[in-house]
Structures are given as structure tokens and as C-alpha cells.
């Protein structure tokens, strides 16, 4: 019972505050979700320190309602309730002032439920529910400005595509439980253990619940709503769209690693397609123009190397930067909106620069966070990328183009990371703006974050040197045979990604300090500034003639209704003209009367 | 035959009676010609084929004469009621 406290404690915050969040004056409704949010992290803590806990009631016939704590779904609970506490912290004083305050923080907190719910199911059914619900909440909060019709339009986008998702994972419930008659995850565990028995069908139900994996995460080729959803507040991009929700693909994978383990050819897919998208959110990145779009694309890139990771099979990798993205990712929104926060709502990176000396706590925010995602040694970012480069050799479905590849993302990660860093905070001031400093309600989250983007690799060291992370989440991932590299190579491998995040890193800074730009740069910057036009292909190959169709059909049904409609008015007609034979004289009924006599007898006669 | 001439003659005039008058009572009075055209009909029916068509002439105007007093006291409320009893006045219940 004590298992479901975390969940019920911020879905009671969004009761509460969604019927009375309006009538509270204003800090109360962000310090009630805030503290909530704590509640749930100190009661996970809790269950977690006291061993798991197990939690089932009757549901549905043949799917319980089971809830599970284990070491996966204990490092999930600990990010989503202590990062989204921070982060809601921050949000406290970053929505200041909204009409929205109250509804916002509902929302949040509806956020927080549905996720925990997500991380915490074991069974299949009631991790939709989450993966559901926070597609909700993610719709809600984009469109969290619903007055302004673009915004709106983000957050249907981001609904639909996810939507496809979706359906992948329903069809993929649907082979399992076709093929096993149960949807428990620690049920399904123990079924696939031994020879499979239907060997293709299960890759299918494998591709399809990746599949849902790849709209929630952001994947290639249903990326194309991250961008967007930038349109919500910066809390919620930092929260939903950096931290918890879009790693919930990740989570998916890691969940169901006793299936994808058994399943090299689906494995080399998911790797495939985490390295497409590491390649294509760090080349989106360059031309983004709009802060929060830069950190958007590097999102996706990150999420690309955490499917890499658990694509070739080292998920407890994929999680170890789960974790440390969602510090230093955070870190980089939240700075981020520290940074619109004193620009007055500005964010526009060609109308900032020279933001160091105005923002004496931010800059260092940014510079950590910007650091760790750029992989500078000694932070978590460089920890995390490079048990993930190391790991596509070591893990059996990975290999040196695995390798190569993410090495070469790694130079872009620390190359765009710079750009953002420069444009904003070097560099000559290029707006009219008068800058100033957040208030601590915003500093002291990002205090927090920043100490959580540097420390938070030390979780998990390169070999000889202690690595508490693997053995704590080992009991609740699938055995994957790995080829431990040798001391010396692994360490060589530590070296080769610290040289090359630093020559990326130096490389970033002086060509975009200098703007010292190659010929072909500016033709690149455009064609990454539009995402490489996929937005526009898909466009021209899936939206348009669907609206067509849809247009059309909208036409056929126009048609039948004014037949309908057409068909109602003789009717009424027929009536009304029947309706004056009533006139209300009774010499009128008389004749009537007399003249239908004898049109019966005439009739008889003849 | 001329019972039966005569009986359509008076059946006509009764009809005739009903669409053109527009008092109540005379509206009345030429349904009675009707009827009494009936009963004629039926005496002189019973003339050639038996005594069954007097006995139903009989009893048309035993239920005839219950029927005037209703008629009429129907009549009689009306003109109570509204001062008047022309017929073409009486149409409250239309639609």
C-alpha cells in the first residue's frame, strides 16, 4: 500500500490545486505541488532504503493492477521526484505573475503522478496508463499559453506524433499477451527465460513497443515534435521534455531488457536508429536561432545515445545517462530560462551575447551545464558518454562503427554546446536589454542541479575505480554477456574521448568567438536552422494528403447532409400544405366530410 | 320508389341545410332532415322486403330523441357562453 503514497500524493496536489488553485494566493499553489513532490521522494527514499516494495490489487480480468519497486524503478523515482522537485522549485518563481499559476502547477503535478505510475508499473497495461498520462500532461503543458494559436498548434503536434507511438505499444501488448496470456513484466521475465518459442513474432511485439519508445523519446523519425514543444514554459521543457518524460523510452527498453537481450537483430536496430538521431539533433543544433530550440535538438542527440547504449545492450549505461542528462540537462533549461527571465522574455540567441558580467550566478549554471553536456573530463556528461562509447565495444550486439560514430556526435555535442554558451554569454552585447539576475527561489534549484551535473558521474567510474551503479541496478536488468575491455585499452578509450571533447570544446569556442566560419558553413547553418526540412517532407508526404482526405470526406459528408436535409424540408412542406386543411370552420369540415362520402361511395360503385 | 325519391330529396336538403347555415340550431335541424331522411329510407325499405326496417326506424328514433336533448343542450351552453352560436365563430381548437 505504502507504494502507491508516491503517486497518490501529487495526483492529490492536482485535485486540490485544479479545483482550488484559482482561489489560492499566489506562492501557495507552487509551494503545496513543491512540497508534495518532496513527500514522494522522501517516501520513495524510504521504500527504497527498506528494500523495494511490491504492491497488487485486482483489476482487470487477468491483468492486476501491480506495482513494483526495484532498483531500475527506484533510480527512475529518485530523478523524477528529485529533479522535478527542484524543478518546481524553480517554476515558483519562474511563473510568477501567470494568470495560469494555479493551473500550472496542477498540471505539474499531474505530470509527476502519471510518471511515477509509468516508472513504477509492472505489468504493461498499467505502465500505458502513465505513458498515457504524460503524454497528457506534456499536451497540456505546451499549450500551457493556449491563447496563442501556434502554441496550440505545438502541443496538438506533439499529441498526434506521439499517438503513432502509442499505437506501436498497444500492438505490441497485444502479440505479448497473444503470445503469453500475460502482460506482467517480472511474469514476462520469467516466461522468456529458456528458448523463445515464437521467435519472429516476439520481434515484431519488441519493434512495436520500440516503437512507442521512439515517439515518446524523440527518435528518429518521430522527432519532430521536441522542437516544438519548446513553445510550453521553460520549467516544462526542462522537466518533461529534458529530464523525466522523453527518457521514458529509455526506461521502456531498460524495463523490457529481458526481451530486447534476446533479440540481437531488434537490438541492432535500436542502435542503429540512436545513432541516426544522436547525428541528426546534433546537426540540428548549429542553426537553431532560439535558446531554448538549441538545448531542444541536444536533447534529442542525448536521448539518440541513450537508445545507443541500450541498443547494443549496456542499459545500465543507457540509465547512467539517463541520470546525468537529467542534471545537466535541467541545469542548461533552467539557466536558459534564467537567462529569458532577465532578458524579459527574449530568446533569440543572435539578440543576446556579452551576458557574463550581468548574470554572476547563471553564467556559472550555464557553464557547468554546457560543459557537462559537451563532456568536459572530470564532469558527469564526460562520465556517462564515455561508458557509452566504451560500451558499444564491450556489449555484444555493439561494434567500432558504433564507436566512431558516437565519437564523431561527441565532437559535434561539444561544438554546438559551445555555440550556445558563446552566443549567449560572450561575445558583444547585441540587444537593448537591461539584464538582471534571478531571484534565489530560481537560483538555489540550479545551485542544486549544477552540483548534481558535476558530482553525479562519480556514480559510475571507469573500471578499476569504483562503480556503485551497475551492481545496485544489475537484480532488475537482463544478464547481457559483455567483453570487458582490458585496463589499458579501456583506459586509452578514456583518454581518446577526453581529447576529443576538449579539442571540441576549444574548437567551439574559438570558432564561434572568432566567427571564423568555413565557406560551406552558412549553407549548412541553413539547413540545419530548418531541422533538415523533414519538418517540410513530411509535410508534403503524410500532413497534406491526409488533410486531403480528410477535406474531402468532410466535402462527401457536407453533400449528405444537405441531402438529409434537403429530404427534411419536403417533408415539412408536405405537412404544412396538409396543415392549412385545418382552417377551424366547421362548414369547411362539413364539405369535406360530404365530399369524402361520396368519393367512397362513388369508389364502391365502380 | 318515391319513398325512397323522397327520402333522397330530403337527404339532400338536410346536406344542403349544413353547409350553408351558419347557426348552430338550424345546422342542427338539417342534421334531423337527415336522419328523418334515413328513417323514411328505412320505412319504405321495410314497405317491400318486412317488418325489420320499421323496427330500425323506431329505434333510430328512440336514440334520435336522446340525441336532440344532448344536441341541444350543447347548443344551449355555447349560447350561454358566448352569446352567440353561429359556427363559423367556434374555432378555438384549431391547430
Known sequence: MALLLPILLP????????LFGKRMREPLPGVMASGLVLASFLVGVGLLLSGGARFEAAWLPGIPFSLLL???????????????????????????????????FAYFNLFIAMMLALVLADSYP????????????????????YKNPQYADSARKAFIVNRIGDLGFMLGMAILWALYGTLSISGLREALEGPLRNPSLLALAGLLLFLGAIGKSAQVPLMVWLPDAMAGPTPVSALIHAATMVTA?????ARSSFLYSALPDVSYAIAVIGLLTAFYGALSAF?????KRIVAYSTISQLGYMFLAAGVGAYWVALFHVLTHAFFKALLFLASGSVIHALGGEQDVRRMGGLWKHLPRTRWHALIGALALGGLPFLSGFFSKDAILAATLAYPFGGVGFYLGGLLVAVLTALYAMRWFVLVFLGEERGHHHPHEAPPVMLWPNHLL????????????????PNLLEPFLKPALAEVEAHPLAPGAEWGLVALSAAVALFGLYLGYTFFQRKAFPAWYPAFEAWSREGFYVDRVYNALVVNPLKALSEALLYGDQGLLRGYFGLGGLVRGAGGALARLQVGYLRVYALLFVLGVLLVLGVMRW | MSFLLASALLFALGVYGVLTRRTAILVFLSIELMLNAANLALVGFARAHGLEGQVAALTVIAIAAAEVAVGLGLIVAIFRHRESTAVDDLSELRG
Open chain 1, 287 to 291: 542553426g537553431q536561432t532560439d535558446i
Open chain 1, 11 to 18: 495526483l492529490l496536489g492536482f485535485a486540490l490545486l485544479g
Open chain 1, 249 to 253: 523510452g529509455v526506461y521502456l527498453v
Open chain 1, 450 to 465: 549544477a552540483l548534481g551535473a558535476v558530482l553525479s558521474g562519480y556514480l559510475a567510474l571507469p573500471h578499476p575505480l
Open chain 1, 70 to 104: 526495484d532498483p531500475l524503478s527506484g533510480l527512475m523515482l529518485l530523478i523524477v521526484t528529485g529533479v522535478g522537485f527542484l524543478i518546481h522549485v524553480y517554476a515558483i518563481g519562474y511563473m510568477g505573475g501567470d494568470p495560469g499559476y494555479g493551473r500550472f
Open chain 1, 126 to 145: 498499467v505502465m500505458f496508463i502513465g505513458w498515457e498520462g504524460v503524454g497528457l500532461a506534456s499536451f497540456l503543458l505546451i499549450g500551457f499559453w
